[in-house]
């Protein structure tokens, strides 16, 4: 089993912060994720088109099981709730990106009737407190369209750093594509959160 291995099967929920909780999907949490994965605006810079409730079933289910396998984990999917309402308000992804060089990558949406409250970035801090703490993970990247001004602001307002911006270096939904790539250190998230103690 590897180290991350292991850190999953340690994992406790949920996870709490001062507004939210993040805890494993279930089937009930098909409808609350279809309410924002059918939206054009959501599903604009992501891999996928507007989703249907069939598929948006699949999907939840594929982040219920075990990604890669328990022992050596690809990635874990967070459902993140409000803590006083219950809402499922959207969804956080951290992905195992390499286990020796202690690598994740940060991933998100959110539901855009809970959009500009601060609960993104409430629930990336939390995801990047575990990836870096519980997972030991070195570095945390993440990566967005250039045109996505709402994913890089959330990465930046976390402390990442910009660290490319490829130009036209693939085709994405019929036009070519430009991607910033983020990404922040242990020791400097760890510097970070020292001083906002
Ligand atoms: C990316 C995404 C999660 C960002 O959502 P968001 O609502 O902009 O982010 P937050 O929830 O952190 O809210 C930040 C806003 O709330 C404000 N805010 C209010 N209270 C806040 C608090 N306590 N802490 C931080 N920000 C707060 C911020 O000033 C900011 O406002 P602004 O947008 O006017 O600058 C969202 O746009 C999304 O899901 N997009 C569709 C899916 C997608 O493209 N995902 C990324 C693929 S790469």
């Not at 202690?102 to 409250?117: D, I, K, M, T």
């Not at 990836?131 to 993440?142: M, T, V």
């Not at 490829?166 to 594509?177: C, I, L, M, N, P």
Request: glycine residues 8%; proline residues 4%; aromatic residues 12%.
């Amino acid at each position: 089993m590897t180290d991350t291995g292991r850190a999953l099967a340690e994992l406790t929920f949920p996870i709490e912060t001062s507004r939210l909780r993040l805890r494993p999907f279930t089937p009930a949490d098909v409808d609350a994720v279809h309410a924002y994965q059918s939206l054009e605006e959501v599903a604009r810079y992501q891999y996928w088109e507007p989703r249907s409730r069939e598929e948006v079933a699949a999907e939840v289910a594929k982040w219920m099981e075990p990604d890669g396998t328990p022992e050596a984990p690809l990635s874990m999917v967070f459902a993140v709730t409000l803590k006083d309402s219950g809402a499922l308000i959207g969804d956080m992804v951290l992905l195992f990106r390499d286990w020796e060089a202690r690598q994740g990558e940060l991933g998100f949406s959110f539901n855009p009737a809970f959009a500009g409250r601060g609960y993104a970035t409430e629930a990336a801090t939390a995801v990047m407190d575990l990836g870096f703490g519980h997972f030991g993970l070195h570095r945390i990247f993440g990566r967005c369209d250039a045109r996505n001004d709402r994913s890089w602001a959330l990465m930046q307002r976390l402390g990442m750093r910009r660290e490319a911006h490829f130009r036209e270096h693939a085709r994405f939904k019929g036009v070519w594509d430009e991607e910033f790539y983020y990404a922040m250190l242990a020791r400097e998230w760890a510097d970070l959160r020292r001083g906002e103690a």
